[in-house]
C-alpha cells in the first residue's frame, strides 16, 4: 500500500469508484497457524484466492491460483511473492454496530477437504488460528490494496461441503479505527497555538 495510514490504497480506490473494464478485485485469505505445514512438514499458511485463477503447478491435481507479492510488514513471508491457490469463499466485512464488537463471518468451498484437515489438526493445540485478508487488483499483484488483519477464529462449523467460520479482532480495543492516524504533521489544527 501506498501510505500505511490509509485503509484502501489508490489505486482500489479508483478502480472502485470507476470500475474500468477488466479490472479485478481479487479477494484472498490467509490462515496462520503453527499445525498448518506443507508436505515437506515446514509451517506454511492456507493462502487462498476467490477467482479461477491460472495454472500454477501441473500434476494430480493441478493447481490453479495466483502469484501475488505481500506487504512488507505481512506476518509470514514478508514482501515475498507467494503462492494463492483458487478456492471460492464468501468474506463479509465487519458491521458497525452500537453495543456490539465486529465479527467477520467466512465461508470456505471445501470440495477438497483439505481445509478441514488443517483446522481438524489445529483443534488439539490450545493456539488460535489467525487470519488476515486482502484485496489486489488484477493489474497489479505486486502488493495488496487493502488489508484486514488481527483477525483470529472463534469458532468453525465444517461439513463435506464447505467450512463456516466466525473471525473476531484479537486488540480491538487498542486497534485505531478507520486506520486513519491524525499527526500534527499532516493536521496543523491539533498543535496548540
Same mark, same amino acid.
Given at each position: 500500500? *501506498? ?21 479485478? !478485485? ?5 490462515? &496462520? ?12 499458511? !492456507? ?6 485463477? @491460472?495454472?500454477? /503447478?501441473?500434476?494430480?491435481?493441478? !493447481? ?9 510488514? *505481512?506476518?509470514?513471508?514478508?514482501? /515475498? ?7 471460492? $469463499?464468501?468474506? /463479509? ?12 463471518? !467466512? ?6 477437504? @483439505? ?18 485478508? &486482502? ?31 466466525? *473471525?473476531?479482532?484479537?486488540? %480491538?480495543?487498542? &486497534?485505531? $479505527?478507520?486506520?486513519?492516524?491524525? &499527526? ?5 489544527? %491539533? @498543535?496548540?497555538?
Amino acid at each position: 500500500m *501506498a501510505d500505511t495510514d490509509d485503509i484502501w490504497g489508490l489505486a482500489i480506490q479508483e478502480a472502485l469508484a470507476s470500475s474500468p473494464a477488466g479490472e479485478i !478485485i481479487l479477494s484472498t485469505l490467509e490462515l &496462520r497457524h503453527s499445525s498448518f505445514k506443507n508436505l515437506q512438514g515446514v509451517p506454511e499458511p !492456507i493462502r487462498v484466492v476467490c477467482d479461477f485463477g @491460472i495454472l500454477l /503447478e501441473e500434476g494430480v491435481p493441478d !493447481i490453479y491460483g495466483f502469484e501475488m507479492k505481500l506487504e512488507d510488514e *505481512a506476518p509470514t513471508d514478508a514482501g /515475498e511473492t507467494v503462492k494463492f491457490v483458487s478456492c471460492m $469463499f464468501d468474506f /463479509e466485512l465487519p458491521a458497525q454496530q452500537e453495543g456490539s464488537l465486529p465479527t467477520v463471518e !467466512i465461508k470456505l468451498d471445501n470440495v477438497t477437504r @483439505i481445509v478441514s484437515k488443517y483446522l481438524d489438526d489445529a483443534v488439539e493445540l490450545s493456539e488460535e488460528v489467525e487470519v488476515t485478508y &486482502r484485496e489486489y487488483l488484477s493489474t497489479d499483484l505486486t502488493s495488496p490494496q487493502f488489508i484486514l488483519g488481527g483477525m483470529t477464529i472463534s469458532s468453525v462449523k465444517s461439513t463435506v461441503f464447505s467450512v463456516t467460520a466466525t *473471525a473476531s479482532f484479537a486488540d %480491538l480495543v487498542n &486497534r485505531n $479505527f478507520p486506520g486513519k492516524l491524525y &499527526r500534527p504533521q499532516e493536521f496543523r489544527g %491539533l @498543535i496548540a497555538s
